[in-house]
C-alpha cells in the first residue's frame, strides 16, 4: 500500500505540476482560452462519468445540489482564471500563486466554518503572500522578452486563489455527506457546462482550428492534469495522512518551475527563485490541515 500512496502522490504533483506547461504551449500553438478551460473540463468530466458507470454510482438529489455548487466554482471559475494568467505569467509563476491556495483556505474555513485559524497559518499565508507581491512589484513575468504582464496575469492567479479557496471550504463542509464519486459527477458536470457558456459567451471557442498535437496535450491535460490528480490525492488520503497529501503542494510548483525552463524557455530570475522560495516556506508553515480539501489546485 505504501507503493500505491507513494505513486498517487507522484502522479498529483507531477499532473499538477506540468498543468502550466501545457497550456502555455497549446496557446503557443493558438489555442483559445476557453478551448483549453472547455477541453479540459469535458475530458476529465467524461472520465468521472466513466468511473460513475463502471461502478454503478448513484447520485442523489443532495450530492447534486452540493456538487454544483462546488462545481460552479472549482471546475467552471478556477480553471478559466489560472488559465487566463498563463496568457500573461510563467507556468512556474502561476505555480508560486497557486501555493497560496491552502494557507488562503484555511482562512476563509476560520471566517466562514468556524474552524481554528492558528498563528502559524497566518503566518505562513503572510509569508506565501508576501513572496508573490515580490514578484508583482518587481515585474518578471518569467516569460521571456516583452510578452508578459505580470500585474495582469496576478490579477486572474489571484481570482483563481480565492475561488480556489472558497471551493476548498464548500468541500469541507459538503464532501463528508457523500461519497467521492457521487460528489465528483455533478461537481464535474455542472462545472463543464459553466465552463462551456461562458467559453461561448465571450466568443472565445474554436476546436475547429485546433492541431493534432495540441489535441493531444489538451487531452492530456484533461486526463492527466485535471482528472489524475483528482482522484490521486484522494485515494492518498484515504491511505495516509494530510500531511504527506499536502506534500504534493510543494512539489508541483517545483516541477512546474523547472519544466518551464526546460521545456518552454521560461525565464527563472532572482526574484522569482526567492518569491517562490517565499511562497513554498509559506506552505509548510500552514503544516497539517485538519481535513483534507476535495481538490487544492488547478
Known amino acids: 500500500m505504501h507503493a500505491k500512496v507513494l505513486t498517487a502522490l507522484v502522479a498529483a504533483s507531477a499532473g499538477w505540476g506540468m498543468a502550466g506547461v501545457g497550456t502555455r504551449f497549446v496557446f503557443s500553438e493558438g489555442v483559445s482560452t476557453f ?7 469535458v475530458m476529465a468530466t467524461l472520465a468521472v462519468l466513466t468511473i460513475a458507470l463502471i461502478h454503478r454510482e448513484r447520485v442523489s438529489r443532495r450530492a447534486w445540489m452540493d456538487g454544483s455548487i462546488i462545481g460552479v466554482l472549482r471546475v467552471g471559475f478556477v480553471p478559466a482564471l489560472f488559465i487566463s494568467s498563463l496568457q500573461y505569467i510563467s507556468a512556474g509563476v502561476e505555480g508560486i500563486f ?5 494557507a488562503t483556505t484555511a482562512a476563509m474555513a476560520a471566517a466562514m466554518l468556524g474552524e481554528k485559524l492558528d498563528r502559524r497559518q497566518v503566518t505562513g499565508l503572510a509569508i506565501g503572500l508576501l513572496g508573490t507581491l515580490l514578484i508583482v512589484s518587481s515585474g518578471d513575468s518569467g516569460i521571456a522578452g516583452d510578452g508578459g504582464d505580470v500585474r495582469v496575469g496576478a490579477m486572474f492567479a489571484l481570482g483563481g486563489v480565492m475561488a480556489g479557496a ?27 457546462v459553466v465552463a462551456v457558456v461562458l467559453g461561448y459567451l465571450l466568443r472565445d ?3 475547429v482550428s485546433v492541431s493534432t498535437v495540441s489535441w493531444v496535450v489538451l487531452i492530456a491535460l484533461g486526463l492527466g492534469s485535471t482528472f489524475l490528480p483528482f482522484f490521486a490525492t484522494l485515494f492518498a488520503s484515504r491511505h495516509t495522512s494530510a500531511a504527506r497529501v499536502a506534500l504534493t503542494g510543494y512539489v508541483a510548483p517545483v516541477i512546474g518551475v523547472i519544466a518551464g525552463v526546460v521545456l518552454l524557455g521560461e525565464v527563472l530570475t532572482v526574484t522569482i527563485v526567492i518569491g517562490a522560495c517565499l511562497a513554498l516556506i509559506g506552505v509548510v508553515a500552514v503544516g497539517r490541515v485538519r481535513r483534507p480539501d476535495l481538490v487544492t489546485t488547478t
Open 166 to 192: 472558497m471551493s476548498g471550504v464548500l468541500s469541507r463542509k459538503y464532501a463528508p455527506r457523500h461519497q467521492t464519486t457521487e460528489l465528483a459527477v455533478p461537481m464535474f458536470v455542472v462545472g463543464s
Open 205 to 207: 471557442v474554436d476546436f
Open 98 to 102: 497557486i501555493t497560496l491556495i491552502p
Open 35 to 41: 478551448t483549453v478551460v472547455i477541453a479540459r473540463s
